[in-house]
């Protein structure tokens, strides 16, 4: 028994090498084959390209507006990715990634808050210093009666009319006074008539085959001359004066008829309008009055205002109608001429209107001649004027306004080239506008004086430049 358990001990002791062989061969097969199919998996699995390297940084693409860490998948990502607030998961979840700021942008923002800063304390600091109490050189029509004192209400009331009067220095025109003041009563109008001039006396249309052009009203020259012997003429365009100082040039060239031209740079813009302002032309309101096509342009002083229809270039004889009511008007012995246009129903039709009338008492006037001469006891009296029909009122006034028409066109003619030399010497403003500021203008008196002077240095040159042009003619 022990000699067999001898041997199988031996037995197994031999075969030790060989189990360990065996044993060792057993894992290493193991091991290949995991070994082999890790590789095999490996190779299988398509590698991710590397993404090319760039010479831009990320500055740089900042500045040209590329976000540097978006990668293709980041295009295919929802639209909430897109807009760059991509979350985080686990415990960042719900946190929106902040975009990087280059140092430009962030100066920027810099300057910006700073900006804003310093705008609203300026704004704030103005509009405290425009509450403040009234200055003592601060117009009496601005105050509006809003007394001084820091409650709100005053406050607010003042800074509003100090805000305004912002905004009234672009509405009103450039001066206080549009015109100098009158002439002394001797040398003075009777009355003064403001006048349009596009689409009254002249007409402007625009063709492909001529461009523009501008045709003159028929009897414009008639219209000025026969009227200027009676009113202070004052001609008023709707344009700007860069585009209406040539056209009144050609209408007046001599400036024998128009003593005033007024351009719409002289209106009072309000409510999106330009107004032709009377109480700026520093005349009497109820001795002046205007003519104009549109009624806006005379809102402000509509009982001074006579409308006339815009003209469209066709020949008509619509001015000539104007003469015998503004003839009359002019010769009649009023302090106020409007009360007279207020007694007419229509203000397009005011020269029709008085023309009936003039017709009625025409026909009145001849009645009561015609009895007169039919009772013996004029024949009686007055033997001589019995066989003379007496003229109506209105038809004499006419006569000697025609006659006077045609001595004044006359001297006009004679005196032309001495009116244009006139003109240029004449020309000089007898103030200026520091004057004006200052309160230094002179008193119609003193302005009369200076003209009568400069009228007297001018005839002296006058005399000595005919003398000289006689002489030439001599020699020739």
């Not at 300026?122 to 109490?133: F, Q």
């Not at 001595?407 to 200026?432: G, V, Y």
Request: aromatic share 10%; hydrophobic share 35%; charged share 30%.
């Amino acid at each position: 028994m022990l000699h067999v358990i001898r041997r199988s001990r031996a037995t197994s002791a031999r075969q030790l090498p060989r189990v360990a062989g065996l044993l060792a061969g057993a894992a290493a097969v193991r091991s290949r084959t995991y070994i082999g199919t890790r590789i095999l998996h490996e190779e299988q699995k398509p590698k991710k390209p590397e993404p090319p390297n760039s010479i831009l940084t990320e500055d740089m693409l900042a500045r040209a507006g590329v976000d540097a860490e978006r990668g293709p998948e980041t295009e295919k990502a929802p639209a909430e990715d897109k807009a760059g607030e991509s979350t985080e998961t686990g415990s960042g979840a719900g946190k929106k990634k902040r975009a990087r700021k280059t140092t430009t942008e962030i100066k920027r923002e810099r300057y910006a808050n700073l900006f804003y800063l310093f705008s609203l304390t300026g704004l704030a600091g103005g509009a405290v210093y425009m509450s403040r109490d009234w200055d003592a050189d601060e117009p009496e029509e601005e105050r509006k009666g809003i007394e001084n004192g820091y409650t709100p209400g005053l406050m607010y009331r003042r800074f509003k009319a100090r805000f305004d009067s912002l905004f009234t220095f672009f509405q009103e025109p450039p001066y206080p006074d549009l015109l100098p003041p009158p002439p002394p009563p001797p040398y003075q109008r009777p009355l003064t008539l403001v006048l349009p001039l596009e689409d009254f006396f002249v007409h402007s249309e625009w063709t492909q085959q001529h461009g523009w052009r501008t045709a003159k009203r028929p009897g414009a020259d008639y219209f000025l001359g026969y009227l200027s012997q009676y009113y202070e003429i004052v001609l008023f365009s709707s344009n700007y004066m860069v585009y209406s100082e040539k056209v009144v040039e050609k209408l007046d060239p001599i400036r024998a008829f128009i003593t005033y031209n007024l351009f719409k740079d002289h209106c009072v813009y309000k409510d999106g309008i330009h107004i032709k302002d009377l109480s700026h032309l520093n005349r009497d309101l109820g001795k002046t009055l205007i003519i104009d096509t549109d009624p806006n342009s005379v809102k402000l002083q509509m009982e001074n205002a006579i409308l006339a229809e815009p003209w469209d270039g066709k020949a008509d004889d619509a001015l000539l109608r104007y003469i015998p009511f503004l003839e009359y008007l002019v010769t009649q012995p009023i302090n106020d001429v409007r009360p007279i246009l207020n007694s007419f129903k229509d203000r397009h039709h005011i020269p029709e209107e008085f023309a009936e009338r003039v017709e009625k008492l025409r026909a009145k006037f001849n009645a009561d001649q015609k009895a007169k001469a039919g009772s013996g006891l004029s024949f009686l009296l007055n033997p001589g004027m019995a066989s003379k029909p007496a003229k109506f009122p209105l038809d004499l006034i006419r006569e000697e306004g025609e006659k006077n028409y045609v001595r004044f066109m006359k001297l006009i003619e004679e005196e032309k080239e001495k009116l244009k030399l006139q003109q240029e010497h004449m020309s000089a403003p007898t103030f200026t506008l520091k004057d004006m500021a200052e309160g230094n203008m002179p008193t119609p008196e003193e302005q009369m004086k200076m003209q009568l002077q400069k009228q007297k240095e001018f005839e002296e040159l006058y005399e000595k430049e005919k003398q000289k042009m006689q002489q030439q003619t001599k020699g020739q």
